[in-house]
């Protein structure tokens, strides 16, 4: 059973993964033919600490009650999800290259049919948290103890229902329910700041009544920390703030909005896990 800090992963075999888990990321997105790179480059140091430090989870039994939830709100950068799975022992890594194929499990957005442990479908931006909220209030209803964990966007902040959620954790103390924040600062249209300024993000979930904490995203030191943080809260659902590079690792890929929903064709990605593998 992967528990959270009892795994005891030092940061170095952490960035290992992450590094692994980015060549993955490459190589399925190259052989797609589509998807998104920037985000799900730029999250995979998220989803190791969550995969391999944080969650509560038993990859060879999925479906276990006591397992923690996560829910992915932008399901755009499922390739992520899906490689951290992977390498976690949910299903063989071969699988990967099977993305966005016809009758494939890994579907281009996840669908909660096709794997166990997806706990959602997802595509329309904004729903996650609402879905994170709802399923940590009826866990509280039922006297359960495991926890919920959320990712989104940022640019999924400037959906309306997106901020319905926002009030209805807060209104409830949903202390379990931790919110990750991929903010990378970039949308499939251009910068966040020209397409909807967010700033100043955590004065609104203050305002919200949030427990808002703001790390590095690629820091495992920071991402632990905050989790941690986010356990010790007893009163208030935690938001934590993530500033991550899109396309992080790969450096022609780095902060260009472009990537947002492009991917490599055969010589970008030679380049790119050359590059990845020279730094893992």
């Known amino acids: 059973m992967l528990t959270n800090m009892a795994t005891n992963l030092p940061q170095d075999e952490l960035r290992a993964h992450a590094q692994a888990i980015r060549i993955d990321i490459i190589k399925m997105l190259n052989q797609a033919g589509s998807g998104h790179a920037g985000g799900s480059l730029g999250m995979a140091d998220i ?51 099977t993305l966005r194929k016809l009758d494939s499990d890994l579907q281009g957005h996840p669908e909660r049919v096709r794997m166990p442990a997806l706990e959602t479908t997802s595509g329309p931006l904004g729903s996650g948290l609402g879905q994170a909220a709802g399923y940590a209030y009826a866990a509280r209803m039922d006297n359960r103890r495991f926890r919920v964990y959320c990712v989104t966007s940022d640019g999924e902040h ?31 249209d251009g910068f966040t700041n020209d397409v909807m300024p967010l700033e100043p993000l955590s004065e609104k979930y203050k305002a919200f009544n949030w427990n808002v904490i703001q790390i590095d995203g690629h820091d495992f030191y920071q991402i632990l920390s905050a989790v941690e943080q986010a356990r010790s809260e007893y009163q ?16 022609f890929m780095e902060n260009k909005f472009e990537w947002h929903g492009k991917v490599p064709n055969d010589e970008e990605a030679k380049r790119a896990i050359k590059e990845l593998q020279k730094n893992a």
Do not use: C
Not at 165 to 188: E, P
Not at 236 to 251: D, M, Q
């Open 158 to 188: 400037n959906e309306g229902n997106h901020w319905e959620a926002v009030m209805f954790a807060a209104k409830y103390k949903l202390s379990h329910l931790t919110l990750f924040i991929d903010r990378n600062n970039i949308q499939i």
């Open 47 to 97: 989803f190791t600490a969550l995969y391999f430090r944080v969650m509560h989870h038993e990859p060879e039994n999925p479906l276990w009650e006591d397992r923690d939830r996560l829910f992915l709100s932008n399901g755009h950068i499922v390739p992520v999800r899906y490689a951290a799975m992977a390498h976690a022992g949910y299903f063989p890594i071969s699988a990967l290259k």
């Open 236 to 251: 208030r659902p935690t938001v934590i703030i993530a500033k991550t590079i899109p396309g992080k690792g790969v450096s």
